[in-house]
């Protein structure tokens, strides 16, 4: 998962819970193998090799079962959650901060939208050579809740699954106290700009400082809009709950793509409990308690 991760589940049992442990740790790197674009013998790497073929390919059901659920962000989200757009890291570089070339970003955009795809299950088609798709926007999410539901169909009362900040609990602690969760600051790792407690369901927060750089006093996010293939200039992170990792996460990917006006309108339709941090540090709040 390139990033700190935590499982922990109690049980009367200590064998009993290790041995969930290494079930669910398990099954989240099973995920990361099978939609990894790092890895030549994953099946999103085998739907990529096949960018051109107008036959496509097969999927098995729970590939399709993504993409059922991608084409619908793409779609509730008016194109700005899209999974197609993960070519343009061939242009950008974040590690060595450099901005592209105009001309450079301009012509990867034919090759990214949702809507040049052919799906009908279970056959996937990319046709234009050099499509590729990235499950970078939720995979982490999809993974946490899928090691959870191991856990609780184990019938584990109390957990947590924590892949690098994207949370889904399984119960309160072990006493029945909720978990305090901390809200990472922006603009200094280190430290909480908020925090709330949550004994189930997941929180997860998108945000633009972990991969991100200024040049001549310009801010350059990581979250890339697939409409133009520039960053995005919106909220510095948006923290979002939900019952489930996967519906958090896409929320928040989602906000921060939108910019701040249209992002805060985004969070207010769905009517789940947000929190945004503006570029200044300013902290924003939805109307749905809790956060």
Not at 1 to 19: E, G, K, L
Request: net charge neutral.
């Amino acid at each position: 998962m390139a990033c700190p991760c935590r499982i922990q589940v109690f049980h009367a049992d200590a064998a009993h819970a290790r041995q969930l442990c290494e079930r669910m740790r398990d099954e989240v790197l099973r995920i990361e193998a099978k939609y990894s674009r790092y890895r030549d013998d994953s099946a999103l790497s085998r739907i990529n090799r096949s960018a051109g073929d107008e036959r496509g390919v097969v999927v098995d059901d729970e590939t399709a079962a993504l993409l059922d659920y991608a084409a619908a962000a793409w779609r509730e989200s008016d194109g700005k959650f899209d999974p197609t757009a993960g070519i343009l890291r061939r242009v950008w570089n974040f590690r060595d901060r450099i901005v592209p070339a105009a001309e450079a970003v301009s012509a990867l955009l034919p090759n990214i939208g949702w809507q040049r795809l052919h799906w009908q299950r279970p056959r996937l088609s990319l046709p234009l050579p050099g499509m590729e798709l990235d499950f970078g926007g939720f995979g982490k999410e999809y993974a946490a809740d899928s090691a959870a539901g191991i856990g609780l169909q184990a019938g584990i009362l109390s957990g947590i699954v924590d892949l690098g900040g994207d949370v889904r609990l399984l119960g309160p602690q072990p006493d029945g106290r909720p978990w305090r969760i901390g809200i990472r600051d922006p603009a200094q790792a280190t430290r909480a700009i908020a925090s709330l407690t949550l004994e189930r369901g997941a929180i997860a927060t998108s945000g633009d400082y972990e991969r991100s750089f200024e040049l001549r006093g310009q801010r350059y996010s990581h979250l890339l809009d697939p409409h133009d293939g520039w960053p995005v200039q919106g909220y510095a992170s948006v923290s979002v709950l939900a019952g489930q990792c996967l519906i958090a996460g896409t929320a928040t990917t989602t906000a921060v793509l939108k910019g701040i006006e249209d992002g805060r309108k985004w969070l207010e339709s769905l009517g789940l409990p947000w929190l945004a941090v503006h570029p200044d540090g300013r902290i924003e709040r939805g109307q749905a308690p809790v956060i």
